[in-house]
């Protein structure tokens, strides 16, 4: 709203030129306190509706903090959310369709490997330089593209500390459950490639079907496979199928996860019993380390911004948020895709508060935090 004023009162004190300078300086202030758009495409319906909507809850709850303090340099943050149900033609359509409309001065947390390359790919970022920050994938087909700002540990990085882990326990005869498409792929690649360096064995490798989702066949297979434990490169409810089917027909092999198997999905939708033992890997630490200011600070938000919405994925939202934010406080105001982006290649050692992101390297991740934690018996999350 533009400020009121008793012109009959300014007119006995000042000049009728130095009213209208002064309303007319109010009109430019106003016009240009323009809300910053953020555009996020991820899939809010659909296999991974879960993890799209704990993204969204994660950045909504980080860009409504610096909203409720006045922004960014007076301007407000907006996010808008569409919908691409895990499509990859539908991501690149949707950016389209919301760079034309909204203008937006970056994209953020795209959910899906295929997703994030159809961006790519399609020229999107190049033709307009947008950035792409805090996409889903940890792959090595989206690291390294300009313009990509992955906030998180990598794919290769998740890997390397499970096989570490695993081969410390003497677990060496490992099965793999994977997506095939190239989010499953880049995983079993990495697999592939550092099995030899833990002396792991890779006794058997299984894939389903990206749109089907169908893993009985993978069920069928992995049970006849000697294996100690069985790594799921796979998305949250193929996942979550696989553990029922596996369990329910007598599997006992210990089952183990990457960051995108969303571990509340899991414990939503199957028993204690039958996620007990699940093993997970995050990108980020778990609520209840509250020893870190991060963690505290984030469950303070949430608790003061309910929603039904927020799964493990969330804090990766809120970290996207909290980098964008420190990305357009140094591009001085609301600024350009360009300035933004360019603000962004120069973040160095970023400390969240016992969570750093750097892009001084942007071939790797923008953070190299990996942990562990396991579901016990009573469904709680345990590190």
Sequence with gaps: MLPKFNVGTLRTRRPLATVVAVFAMAVVGTACAKDIVVAQIAPQTGVQASSGKAYTAGLRLGFDSINASGGVNGSLIRLVTLDDGYKPDETVRLAKEVIAKENPVALAATVGTANAEALIKSGVLSETGLSLVGPSSGANSVIGHPGIYLTKASYADEVNQLFAQ?????????????????????????????????????????????????????????????????????????????????????????????????????????????????????????????????????????????????????????????????????????????????????????????????????????????????????GALVR
């Design 166 to 378: 695993l081969s410390s326990m003497g677990l060496t005869r490992i099965a793999i459950l994977y997506q095939d498409d190239g989010y499953g792929r880049d995983l079993l690649a990495s697999a592939t490639l550092l099995a030899p360096k833990y002396k792991v064995d890779l006794i058997a490798r299984s894939p389903y079907d990206r749109i089907t989702a169908n893993v009985e066949p993978a069920v069928t297979a992995l049970l006849k496979a000697d294996a100690q434990a069985i790594f799921l490169a796979a998305i949250s409810a193929p996942a979550a199928e696989f553990i029922k089917l596996y369990k329910k027909r007598g599997g006992n092999a210990m089952l183990v996860g990457p960051s995108p198997v969303d571990v509340a999905y899991l414990q939503k939708q199957l028993s204690k019993e039958q996620v007990r033992g699940y093993v997970a890997s995050t990108v980020g630490p778990i609520d209840t380390r509250t020893s870190l200011p991060v963690i505290r600070e984030y469950l303070k938000l949430k608790a003061g911004r309910p929603s039904p919405d927020y799964g493990a994925r969330s804090f990766e939202g809120y970290v996207t948020a909290r980098v964008l934010i420190a990305g357009m406080q140094r591009s001085k105001g609301a600024g350009t895709p360009e300035t933004l982006s360019l603000a962004l290649r120069n973040l160095r050692a970023m400390d969240l508060g016992g969570y750093s992101v750097d892009f001084s390297d942007l071939k790797r991740g923008g953070s190299g935090y990996v942990d562990f934690v396991t579901i016990d018996r009573a």
